[in-house]
């Protein structure tokens, strides 16, 4: 059945509602109208929502698999996530869990640029390293200075803070002139990711500076700059890196694996940064290792996207990250080494070298 | 102190740890970094979130007020709720309670462009009365027939339904031309409301169809579409009327009255679609009318954004709505005027003569 595919959700409810309840979600996530009132066979046929398996996964919760129509779709991101989750967000019960998406659909959309491979360069065999210029606050000679630091201890890649934003403190265009030049100088190896913001136009226009600035790779919060903008930007920039940050995704119940993983790669993100476990935030051991998976295995001829666990790591668990993760990954280290200050360098030659040693 | 703006979390603790966690959400939503590792006294001044007030709402939940930098929004919309809530959306224990702005924070954003009172017209003493075209699936001259009989009934607005978007069966020019004609020709006062999705060029694109075809408001999903870009289609389209669509809002993180009260109408937003309590969503009366009046009550000089309860409304509840919204309100009833199929218009002319009569 090439017109229609298959999303998973996860729904709360008493065994003796959950029929109802798919049924009603069925609906909701497709014609959203009483289907009596449906007048066309057609529409009933091919656009109503049709629960396909309904699993009861104990304790009350319930995964439920719905059909839903490929053409409802529009094959746009925005439209995408609209018809699996759109209203359904809403409900208290229920959470998106995932979606099987069939060529048809995986053809209409862009997926990573230069992707996992394209960042790994000639470091295929060695996990890649980074970490993120804060504070939010620090004018840009005062970020470049941190940014010098860091590059010294031979990171890959140095990102800015989701924080770092166009303020007037440290406007976007100053900013990433001065910390691409730290950087540069400090250690050519090193790329420098600034964080791109605002409306569609706007985060263009960041782009231009940030080309113009020799760096070939920017940061977007897909959640907030909207998915349908990380699609438009990914299309206009093939050979563009596009990290994805996870900000404000954890607001509507869509599992991380989905979200992060598949979803964010299927619009175009090159890397996808996301809470380790373990760290600051509560994902699993099991949902980092199945949003990992997600990110760079083999699905539809797609690039694979650079899983980034990040969050609150330290050098101390670096064997440990890979030993979970394998080598096909970034791992990325903030605070820990601002923390550091004044041996910010070498605590971060440290993170460096100890990656590049682990296996050897 | 001006440069800080306050903003209200709800968070799950142990009361012994509740400082400590106040204080952590105080460094994630700001620096996001150790704060012992920060030279620069003045980010600690004025740059560090600051935990204001920690209140015990009893059962585990504390609210806690945290004043964070207006810097650092960047006076943006991304931006501001990504300083909302970017990282601690990510937080099982965390749920984004109400924020306040200072005058030069509003005075920053456009909020609506007609408003409420722009959309009332010379309707001001009544409510107004709305309806959705429905079912997706349909061609543009299937919903065309519907959209006719719907304005028969003499609606103020029919909306498209948020799962209108370009698709291949419907495309979105065909669509609007076809159901604007329609609702013209079947009653002149009736205005038509077409849903615009995808990037922000896209939705430009649509808006200028829109306009072509006469029309004056349009309908966006704000957490889809990505609110920076809500807020440049406002500044763009200072006398188009905007209407707000839930969709992927969820919702228990941010709370309701706040996201598609308040930011929705600061970014821009002329009326704000919510599902009403008692339909098929949870929203309690107390949410909801929280919502309303933060979307209509005075605020700091930004014009009023129309209240539209929806989602599973009937025209036996027309009374009881009035008497709880008032009428400065919009009244949506979709579904059970489309399941009347052949008597839709004498339902609809039902529904719009109960609205008029109230009161009177």
Request: charged share 20%; proline share 7%; net charge negative.
């Given at each position: 059945?090439?017109?229609?595919?298959?999303?998973t959700y996860h729904i709360r409810s008493d065994a003796s509602q959950i029929e109802a309840r798919a049924q009603s979600i069925a609906v909701e996530q497709s014609v959203?109208?009483?289907?009596?009132?449906?007048?066309?066979?057609?529409?009933?046929?091919?656009?109503?929502?049709?629960?396909?398996?309904?699993?009861?996964?104990?304790?009350?919760?319930?995964?439920?698999?719905?059909?839903?129509?490929?053409?409802?779709?529009?094959?746009?991101?925005?439209?995408?996530?609209?018809?699996?989750?759109?209203?359904?967000?809403?409900?208290?019960?229920?959470?998106?869990?995932?979606?099987?998406?069939?060529?048809?659909?995986?053809?209409?959309?862009?997926?990573?640029?230069?992707?996992?491979?394209?960042?790994?360069?000639?470091?295929?065999?060695?996990?890649?390293?980074?970490?993120?210029?804060?504070?939010?606050?620090?004018?840009?000679?005062?970020?470049?200075?941190?940014?010098?630091?860091l590059a010294a201890g031979e990171l890959d890649f140095i990102k800015d803070d989701h924080g770092l934003a166009d303020q007037a403190y440290a406007?976007?265009?100053?900013?990433?002139?001065?910390?691409?030049?730290?950087?540069?100088?400090?250690?050519?190896?090193?790329?420098?990711?600034?964080?791109?913001?605002?409306?569609?136009?706007?985060?263009?226009?960041?782009?231009?500076?940030?080309?113009?600035?020799?760096?070939?790779?920017?940061?977007?919060?897909?959640?907030?700059?909207?998915?349908?903008?990380?699609?438009?930007?990914?299309?206009?920039?093939?050979?563009?890196?596009?990290?994805?940050?996870?900000?404000?995704?954890?607001?509507?119940?869509?599992?991380?694996?989905?979200?992060?993983?598949?979803?964010?790669?299927?619009?175009?993100?090159?890397?996808?940064?996301?809470?380790?476990?373990?760290?600051?935030?509560?994902?699993?051991?099991?949902?980092?290792?199945?949003?990992?998976?997600?990110?760079?295995?083999?699905?539809?001829?797609?690039?694979?996207?650079?899983?980034?666990?990040?969050?609150?790591?330290?050098?101390?668990?670096?064997?440990?990250?890979?030993?979970?993760?394998?080598?096909?990954?970034?791992?990325?280290?903030?605070?820990?080494?601002?923390?550091?200050?004044?041996?910010?360098?070498?605590?971060?030659?440290?993170?460096?070298?100890?990656?590049?040693?682990?296996?050897?």
């Open positions: 059945m090439t017109d229609r595919f298959a999303v959203e109208m009483p289907i009596d009132a449906i007048e066309h066979q057609d529409i009933l046929d091919h656009t109503v929502g049709k629960v396909a398996d309904i699993t009861d996964l104990g304790d009350g919760l319930f995964q439920v698999r719905i059909d839903l129509s490929l053409a409802s779709t529009g094959l746009e991101a925005g439209q995408l996530i609209n018809m699996l989750f759109g209203n359904s967000s809403i409900y208290d019960d229920v959470a998106l869990a995932d979606a099987d998406f069939p060529d048809a659909l995986m053809a209409a959309f862009p997926g990573p640029g230069p992707g996992m491979v394209g960042l790994q360069g000639n470091n295929l065999r060695r996990a890649l390293t980074g970490s993120a210029l804060k504070p939010q606050g620090l004018p840009p000679q005062g970020l470049a200075k941190i940014a010098a630091k406007p976007f265009a100053a900013r990433v002139k001065a910390c691409a030049k730290a950087v540069r100088e400090a250690n050519p190896a090193t790329r420098y990711i600034p964080s791109v913001t605002g409306n569609l136009d706007v985060m263009r226009s960041q782009i231009k500076i940030a080309r113009d600035n020799g760096l070939d790779a920017v940061m977007i919060a897909p959640m907030i700059a909207g998915l349908p903008n990380l699609e438009a930007l990914r299309r206009e920039n093939p050979d563009l890196a596009l990290f994805a940050h996870p900000a404000l995704a954890g607001s509507a119940r869509i599992a991380p694996p989905l979200l992060l993983g598949k979803l964010f790669r299927l619009f175009g993100a090159d890397a996808t940064i996301f809470p380790n476990h373990g760290g600051r935030f509560g994902y699993s051991p099991h949902t980092c290792g199945q949003l990992a998976d997600a990110a760079r295995q083999d699905w539809s001829g797609l690039a694979p996207c650079l899983p980034v666990p990040a969050g609150g790591m330290t050098t101390e668990r670096v064997d440990e990250m890979l030993d979970f993760y394998g080598t096909q990954v970034m791992l990325l280290i903030g605070g820990a080494l601002l923390a550091a200050k004044d041996t910010m360098t070498q605590e971060t030659l440290a993170f460096t070298r100890k990656v590049h040693a682990y296996g050897r």
